[in-house]
């Protein structure tokens, strides 16, 4: 399926809760989880540094902050691994919209079943504050 430049799949956390992942198990993804596969999408979240500086290209995107320093540890459909293509800003507080390629890949062993080829990852802020 040809994908018009510009134009990604708004994807959300919700529909990737749907895969109720299962390590022990290696639980299939639904259907509908699989065919996100190698879709370009653009999806909402906070970002987790897994390195440090002020601009990243590897961090997780998690649904919420209530997951990220002092909270428990989110299940593995609440969070994306994100490989930036280049690095970007890294925003702490603020919600993030990212934009690239997701890949549905089960890899417990590294900690992930969602990865994102990013491509654009910028902060919304509140406009006029």
Known sequence: MAEEPGKELALTFSTLMTWEFDAKKNTPPPEAVKKLDGRRVRITGFMYPLQGGS????FCLLRTTQTCCYGPRPQYNQYLLV???????????DPVICVGRLRVEPNPDDGYIYRLEGEMCEAITEKGS
């Open 55 to 58: 601009h990243i290209r590897h």
């Open 83 to 93: 490989e930036m293509a280049k690095p970007t800003p890294f925003h702490r507080l």
